[in-house]
């Protein structure tokens, strides 16, 4: 039986899975290291890949990468994450090199798309946006069935839409008024503190408020909970966070027409009840095309890991000319 690596490599956490031709056949996760050189990631993926599958790697075929970006996809390197500490990371030659097998890099969320097109519940549409909702917002776009990259592999950076021109809500790459500025997981605290700035009164009855004020570390599960609880600021943050994302999600539908929009991530996975319905009313009401379906994916934590699965099993004809280059030398 064939079998192949695939690799998410998140912000937070990374994931790697040993797969058959169209499944997980054993998979494990570890924290994304935080430190260390541009090489230090890479080694880390395959330092798990030997402890875990020692007997069994040398006989993988291929290795597929859906890896955070921005990326210069000709040699599969990220370039200045804004998520991540360090300048650069490279993938694809380390990778190659340490393991002596094919490697295919693109960015998480392109490899989503391109999974959800094999695997999910993308298989029978030809024009498909998938947008993840995280640490950071990312998406990847299938049009008449061929995946969009672009000329470094970012033609899908669809985060840094501008929602508002006039903000001076910053996001992690530096700019204003972006799309993830205002729904990146790691961005909610941000979010809050940056409210209560605009509008003291949101204090009034809320813990959130109170913690922050008391310099305790908050995340963005903590505001989901709070949230739930009715908490007046937990309640803005969620507002501005559907508002944003329904402002970008129209933006991206306008742009690229799918027949159906599959949204993940972990901020968006754990919180459907209270996130799918009205961010699909919000898209809806700026939309200038027909609208499409708007629906969670049906991949869960794994859609990144079928994406990289679905680059090694049919690699992109784009991907491969950006790439072959590196992999001959």
């Known amino acids: 039986m064939a079998r192949y690596l695939a690799v998410d490599l998140g912000a937070t956490k990374t994931r790697i899975a040993l797969c058959g031709q169209d499944r997980i056949l054993d998979k494990i996760v570890f924290p994304t290291p935080k430190t260390g050189d541009n090489t230090t990631i890479a080694e880390s993926i395959v330092a798990k890949a030997r402890e875990k599958w020692s007997s069994i790697l040398d006989s993988v075929e291929a290795v597929g990468v859906a890896s955070i970006g921005p990326l210069d996809l000709r040699r599969g ?13 490279k993938l694809l030659e380390p990778l190659e090199r340490m393991l002596g097998k094919r490697v295919y890099v693109v960015n998480d969320a392109v490899a989503a798309a391109w999974g959800e097109k094999h695997f999910g519940s993308g298989r029978s549409f030809e024009n498909l946006l998938y947008v993840t909702l995280s640490t950071g917002v990312g998406g990847g776009v299938i049009v008449n069935n061929h995946l969009l990259l672009g000329k470094q592999g970012n033609a899908h950076e669809i985060g840094h839409i501008v929602v508002d ?41 809320s813990l959130l408020a109170k913690r922050i004020s008391i310099g305790e570390q908050v995340t963005s599960i903590d505001i989901f909970t709070l949230y739930r609880s009715n908490d007046p600021l937990a309640l ?9 994302t329904g402002a970008g999600l129209a933006s991206a539908i306008n742009s690229y027409d799918p027949e159906v929009v599959i949204i993940g991530g972990g901020v968006f996975i754990n919180n459907i009840d209270i996130l799918l319905e009205p961010i699909r009313r919000e898209a809806e009401r700026n939309i200038v095309t027909t609208p499409p379906l708007i629906q969670p994916t049906t991949l869960g934590d794994d859609v990144g890991l079928y994406g990289a699965l679905a680059l090694v099993i049919e690699p992109p004809e784009e991907l491969l000319k950006l790439q072959s280059s590196i992999t001959t030398q």
């Open 236 to 244: 803005e943050v969620v507002k501005q966070f559907i508002k944003a």
């Open 165 to 205: 021109y006039n903000s001076e809500l910053k996001c992690g790459c530096g700019g204003y008024g972006h799309w993830e500025a205002y729904v990146g997981g790691r961005n909610l605290p941000r979010v809050a503190r940056w409210l209560l700035e605009r509008n003291p009164g949101l204090a009034s009855g």
């Open 77 to 89: 390197v990220i370039v200045k994450p804004p998520n991540l500490l360090f300048n650069e990371v």
